[in-house]
């Protein structure tokens, strides 16, 4: 059900991608309540957020007295969530400070609802010693900081200071209200790729962008889960909340699998785990030969997934992925029965739309007494259904 944001713009050339979240957040089914400072109004017109949002925008502290109420109080209480963005250092400095001298310092100083700030401006300004104390204080005050990005920056410097993307500024606001429906959840999550070295230089690997399990590690964190991200080498960023830890090698991610296991409900495989190693690892880098090379001899690596089924206690909920190319629910039943994971994630790795790498996903979840199958979608929806299904799985057994 859609709820009331409170979106502040304060005046910064960034206030462009604010008018796409506000677009963004209406389409979600919001009810995006905008004020906008008197320097805002100089980069962007009340008149294109009120055609976004399909709502009066707020500008002026006093309305004339035939649209009299306490404003700052009624707009302060309606919201759910509160996002001022762009933020720039002076309205910072103003909400460090205590000042409520327009109306959305006021709005800010009276609302109750967790307020999200995403600071925009030139990089010296964003790394000028008042500033970052005035944004430590308002951490500390509960508010919460929506980093800025490095890049171009629209003065022509390069650095920090960047507002990012609608997108983001989206997600962040979707986080705060989600159902936190796995706060009593302690989850691990395994992802990306393993790399089995050769020598210095080479390695063996697959192509797993770790997207899967980064998505299941986001969406589990959003929804109130303590995460523990065991990852390969990816190009991803961990989700806000979640402790990451790097491995390279499968032996070290069965280490770090192992030491991790105590006191979690639910353990997710997502990881793409080199089955075989080169036997012998070669301390020189290997020259360029007059004849082929073929004798790479191959190791079988540990099995990370039998052996936290070994080690595992009743409760906790040991969820398998199976990758696949081809007959995939055929294969999927044969491995839930070998590998007896309580749930196995089927997916399809032989199609551009779906598995490695891709973006959206679709396969099937197969339980004791379930088969679910998950049509295509984004990997955060489907990370979303293999979540709810773990939900109900560890319901079932006590936990
Ligand atoms: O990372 P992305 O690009 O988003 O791609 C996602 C994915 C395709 C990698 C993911 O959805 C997926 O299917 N992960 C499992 C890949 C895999 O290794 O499948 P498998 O069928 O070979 O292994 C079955 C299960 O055993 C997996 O849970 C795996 O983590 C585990 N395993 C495998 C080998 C091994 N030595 N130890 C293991 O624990």
Same mark, same amino acid.
Request: aromatic share 6%.
């Given at each position: 059900?859609?709820?009331?944001?409170?979106?502040?713009?304060?005046?910064?050339?960034?206030?462009?991608?604010?008018?796409?979240?506000?677009?963004?957040?209406?389409?979600?089914?919001?009810?995006?309540?905008?004020?906008?400072?008197?320097?805002?109004?100089?980069?962007?017109?009340?008149?294109?957020?009120?055609?976004?949002?399909?709502?009066?925008?707020?500008?002026?502290?006093?309305?004339?007295?035939?649209?009299?109420?306490?404003?700052?109080?009624?707009?302060?209480?309606?919201?759910?969530?509160?996002?001022?963005?762009?933020?720039?250092?002076?309205?910072?400095?103003?909400?460090?400070?205590?000042?409520?001298?327009?109306?959305?310092?006021?709005?800010?100083?009276?609302?109750?609802? $967790?307020?999200?700030?995403?600071?925009?401006?030139?990089?010296?300004?964003?790394?000028?010693?008042?500033?970052?104390?005035?944004?430590?204080?308002?951490?500390?005050?509960?508010?919460?900081?929506?980093?800025?990005?490095?890049?171009?920056?629209?003065?022509?410097?390069?650095?920090?200071?960047?507002?990012?993307?609608?997108?983001?500024?989206?997600?962040?606001?979707?986080?705060?209200?989600?159902? $936190?429906?796995?706060?009593?959840?302690?989850?691990?999550?395994?992802?990306?790729?393993?790399?089995?070295?050769?020598?210095?230089?080479?390695?063996?690997?697959?192509?797993?962008?770790?997207?899967?399990?980064?998505?299941?590690?986001?969406?589990?964190?959003?929804?109130?889960?303590?995460?523990?991200?065991?990852?390969?080498?990816?190009?991803?960023?961990?989700?806000?909340?979640?402790?990451?830890?790097?491995?390279?090698?499968?032996?070290?991610?069965?280490?770090?699998?192992?030491?991790?296991?105590?006191?979690?409900?639910?353990?997710?495989?997502?990881?793409?785990?080199?089955?075989?190693?080169?036997?012998?690892?070669?301390?020189?880098?290997?020259?360029?030969?007059?004849?082929?090379?073929?004798?790479?001899?191959? $190791?079988?690596?540990?099995?990370?997934?039998?052996?936290?089924?070994?080690?595992?206690?009743?409760?906790?909920?040991?969820?398998?992925?199976?990758?696949?190319?081809?007959?995939?629910?055929?294969?999927?039943?044969?491995?839930?029965?070998?590998?007896?994971?309580?749930?196995?994630?089927?997916?399809?790795?032989?199609?551009?739309?779906?598995?490695?790498?891709?973006?959206?996903?679709?396969?099937?979840?197969?339980?004791?007494?379930?088969?679910?199958?998950?049509?295509?979608?984004?990997?955060?929806?489907?990370?979303?259904?293999?979540?709810?299904?773990?939900?109900?799985?560890?319901?079932?057994?006590?936990?």
């Amino acid at each position: 059900m859609g709820k009331n944001i409170l979106l502040g713009i304060t005046g910064g050339i960034a206030a462009y991608k604010t008018a796409a979240a506000a677009s963004a957040l209406t389409k979600l089914g919001h009810n995006v309540l905008t004020v906008m400072t008197e320097s805002a109004c100089e980069f962007i017109t009340p008149m294109t957020l009120q055609s976004l949002t399909g709502n009066p925008v707020e500008v002026e502290m006093f309305s004339p007295p035939e649209r009299f109420e306490v404003k700052h109080i009624s707009l302060a209480d309606r919201a759910d969530v509160t996002l001022v963005a762009p933020a720039t250092g002076n309205f910072i400095g103003k909400l460090a400070g205590g000042i409520a001298d327009d109306l959305l310092s006021t709005i800010i100083m009276a609302t109750r609802s $967790k307020v999200l700030i995403a600071p925009a401006m030139n990089v010296n300004m964003y790394q000028d010693a008042s500033l970052q104390e005035n944004l430590a204080i308002l951490e500390e005050r509960g508010y919460q900081i929506i980093e800025p990005e490095s890049g171009y920056l629209a003065c022509g410097y390069e650095g920090s200071g960047r507002m990012p993307e609608a997108e983001t500024l989206v997600k962040r606001v979707q986080e705060h209200l989600a159902v $936190k429906d796995l706060s009593r959840f302690k989850i691990l999550i395994t992802a990306g790729p393993t790399r089995e070295p050769l020598d210095p230089v080479r390695f063996f690997s697959n192509y797993s962008s770790g997207r899967m399990g980064y998505a299941l590690a986001e969406r589990a964190a959003v929804r109130g889960a303590e995460v523990t991200l065991i990852s390969g080498p990816t190009a991803l960023d961990p989700p806000p909340g979640v402790r990451l830890i790097g491995v390279e090698q499968a032996r070290e991610m069965k280490e770090i699998v192992m030491e991790e296991l105590a006191g979690k409900d639910a353990i997710i495989m997502a990881a793409a785990v080199a089955d075989y190693r080169p036997a012998d690892y070669q301390e020189e880098k290997i020259k360029k030969q007059e004849q082929e090379l073929n004798q790479v001899a191959l $190791k079988e690596n540990p099995d990370i997934l039998s052996a936290v089924r070994e080690n595992k206690t009743e409760e906790q909920v040991l969820v398998g992925f199976a990758a696949e190319s081809g007959r995939i629910l055929e294969r999927g039943r044969d491995k839930f029965r070998s590998k007896a994971p309580d749930m196995l994630v089927v997916n399809d790795i032989s199609r551009s739309d779906r598995g490695f790498a891709a973006e959206t996903n679709a396969g099937y979840i197969l339980t004791g007494d379930k088969e679910l199958e998950l049509s295509l979608r984004s990997k955060i929806k489907f990370a979303e259904a293999v979540l709810d299904e773990i939900k109900e799985l560890a319901f079932q057994a006590g936990g």
